[in-house]
């Protein structure tokens, strides 16, 4: 049971990313968070088995998916911006960095700070 358990949360993670019904990109930080909560569910809180799975799926975000777009989609999603991810460090820096790739010139730069301070 714990074996299908821990896979169908892996599973789960697939079909949203595969799914035609929304785009995923906005809830890729959350549907990954919510398998890795799910895991460590499954594994009844002990950190040994735990760490197994959420450093599996941690190799694999950092090495192919984490890119400061993601982060910046995630934190201007309101879904996540209202939830726990708002206070998110990677999401902000993230975001930072995304804007500073967007916006060369820094007085630009400042204004888009503050609008995104008025958008919070």
Not at 15 to 21: G, I, K, L, P, T
Not at 77 to 95: A, I, K, M, Q, T
Request: with cysteine; hydrophobic share 35%.
């Amino acid at each position: 049971m714990f074996c299908f358990s821990t896979i169908l949360s892996l599973v789960y993670v697939l079909r949203e990313v595969n799914s035609d019904a929304r785009p995923s990109t906005p809830f890729l930080y959350d549907i990954l968070d919510t398998a890795k909560e799910k895991i460590r569910d499954v594994c009844g809180g002990n950190k040994r088995k735990y760490f197994l799975y959420r450093n599996l799926i941690d190799q694999r975000w950092t090495g192919m998916l984490h890119r400061p777009l993601h982060a910046t989609v995630c934190f201007l999603n309101p879904r996540c911006f209202y939830s726990e991810f708002s206070n998110d460090v990677e999401l902000r820096r993230g975001l930072r960095e995304c804007m500073q790739r967007m916006i060369p010139d820094i007085h630009d730069y400042a204004q888009a700070d503050v609008e995104l301070d008025n958008y919070k």
